[in-house]
């Protein structure tokens, strides 16, 4: 099912989706004049804008101004839930095995910081959503614990999405008392992710690592990059995340 939903996304996010419409632009060349260059036209201009800096850091700071930086006087809470963002697969570093991936290791860093000025318990939550031989929760733990020398008191290693993140990380630390947690994830991905925490029961207090920020705004922000176009793909995923998460909430509340 997760396999699906991937490739569901595939075609709806950039690069795929602009693909697809530019090879029917061309198609259309041949067939209907008239659709064919506006539509090319309208796949040139949303390929420049997606890749240029300037841009795409103003649609991820768009979501993230919907969170903000935890603070001294924020509210306390009972444990610590740190969510996966991916694997480094077959590294060769680390004998050929399975370990977090980049998203994932700035999540467990903050995460670890939060857990030594607070000393509450860290959940971490991630299953194997790609298959992977251990759960993205399974290399969340080994690396806290070794790297960064924090423990762990719950792993969760069932789910494969956030939704299922919220769902499985309720029915665990429900039967422990505990429903107030600091929720850790990317600035980016906070307001989608603490919607569904707070619809699986939990009270949260969001905790968000990796705000979008820029050293200066110069010429280089306003040129293509693919760094920049891979920011507008995280930015339409939440985007498309978002409507459909609330659909699902929506068909659970019938």
Not at 171 to 198: C, D, E, P
Request: aromatic share 12%.
């Amino acid at each position: 099912m997760h396999w699906f939903t991937n490739l569901i996304a595939a075609f709806l996010l950039p690069p795929l989706s602009l693909l697809l419409l530019f090879a029917l632009g061309i198609f259309l060349l041949y067939r209907r004049h008239k659709f064919a260059k506006p539509l090319l036209l309208a796949v040139f201009i949303f390929l420049w804008i997606a890749s240029i800096p300037y841009c795409s850091d103003s649609a991820l700071h768009f979501l993230e101004a919907r969170t903000a930086a935890l603070g001294k006087a924020s509210a306390q809470a009972e444990a610590i839930v740190i969510l996966g963002g991916g694997t480094y697969f077959n590294a060769p570093e680390y004998a050929g095995q399975d370990t977090v991936g980049e998203a994932t290791l700035t999540r467990l860093r903050y995460g670890a910081k939060l857990q030594r000025e607070t000393g509450k318990p860290i959940l971490v939550t991630g299953g194997k959503p790609l298959g992977n031989s251990t759960s993205e929760a399974q290399q969340m733990r080994s690396s806290l614990e070794q790297d960064f020398h924090a423990p762990v008191r719950w792993t969760e290693d069932a789910s494969d999405n956030t939704f299922e993140n919220a769902r499985y990380s309720f029915q665990i630390l429900q039967k422990v008392g505990v429903k107030k947690i600091y929720l850790v994830t990317h600035a980016w991905h906070m307001s989608r992710s603490a919607n569904v925490f707070r619809h699986a029961g939990f009270e949260v207090v969001e905790a968000p690592t990796a705000f979008t920020t820029r050293y200066r705004t110069d010429l280089l922000a306003f040129l293509p990059s693919a760094g920049a176009l891979y920011d507008s793909r995280i930015f339409m995923h939440e985007i498309i995340g978002t409507f459909w998460y609330q659909v699902r909430l929506s068909i659970s509340n019938i």
